[in-house]
């Protein structure tokens, strides 16, 4: 399976092309957790499935509770909100979509 048929978490480039952010390690956690149990982010439903988007304060925070919380949660959730933060870095915008797929 390729990098773009993996299972994981995906955002776009600007030109629109999704690329794979984190690649799901177990079938422990999920994306939507974030706003579950950090309480970050907006979750909205499309047609394609579910988008989480984080503005830049909460990415910042998202960073910041996952150091704080890394022994409380799995240790795939929490690589999977510091992948989140660092692909970040590399995105233009106020806020970020993320999203799972292929």
Known sequence: MSAAES??????LP???AFLVHAYLDANYAMAEIAECFKLGRLEEHAGGI???????????????ADAYSFDYDAGFIEMC???YRASAELPGESIG?????
């Open 82 to 84: 510091l992948d989140i």
């Open 98 to 102: 993320f999203f799972e797929g292929p």
């Open 7 to 12: 299972e994981g978490v995906y955002a776009r």
């Open 15 to 17: 030109n629109g092309e």
């Open 51 to 65: 988008i989480l988007t984080l503005t830049r304060k909460e990415l910042r925070d998202l960073r910041n509770l």
